[in-house]
């Protein structure tokens, strides 16, 4: 077993905590890219990721939705009715969007935080406002760390505030 050592960071989702030291461990020493390959591949993947986030700041998600894979293995954290592991972009939509939406009284207003990105990892922070139909303002923040295979979103985290998501669907 090969041992590397590596400094993640999670500062890149928001939480301001640098770089923290992570002991990473492999059966395969994994390939070593050029490191011009590297930054093609990080600034790609951020371009892709960036204009097809666009459009939904403008209320259409289709852009983005169209580069993530359809059998996306997608993880929304914590204990809510709608987190855990989804392997596929139509149950997510199904299973987690789906609910979600019949809480709220209209569209969600969505807004760009910022973008990071390293090697085949894209780290996306952005926002979004509403309103639920009982009143409570859903006012939320995401951090969706993702993997990208040949310009597509092929697993996604979402970290999310789970309070504020779980408050939602206790108002039923």
């Known amino acids: ?102 809480h709220l009284d209209g569209h969600l207003t969505t807004t760009f935080v910022d973008l990071a990105a390293e090697g085949d990892k894209v780290f996306l922070r952005f926002e979004s406002k509403g309103v639920t139909r009982k009143g409570l303002h859903y006012d939320q923040v995401y951090c969706f760390a993702m993997v990208m295979r040949d310009a597509r979103i092929v697993e996604i985290v979402a970290y999310i505030d789970t309070d504020l998501l779980a408050k939602v669907f206790s108002e039923s």
């Open 1 to 102: 077993m090969q041992h590397y050592n590596r400094a993640a960071t999670p500062g890149s989702c928001g939480h301001g905590l640098g770089s923290i030291p992570v002991t990473v461990y492999s059966e395969i020493a994994p390939s070593k890219p050029r490191e011009d390959d590297t930054v093609t591949t990080q600034d790609d993947n951020k371009a892709v990721v960036r204009e097809a986030f666009r459009p939904w700041e403008q209320g259409n998600s289709g852009p983005f939705f169209d580069i993530i894979a359809d059998d996306v293995k997608w993880t929304v954290i914590g204990t809510t009715p709608v987190s855990g592991v989804y392997r596929s972009k139509q149950a997510l939509i199904d299973k987690a969007f789906a609910p979600l939406l019949v």
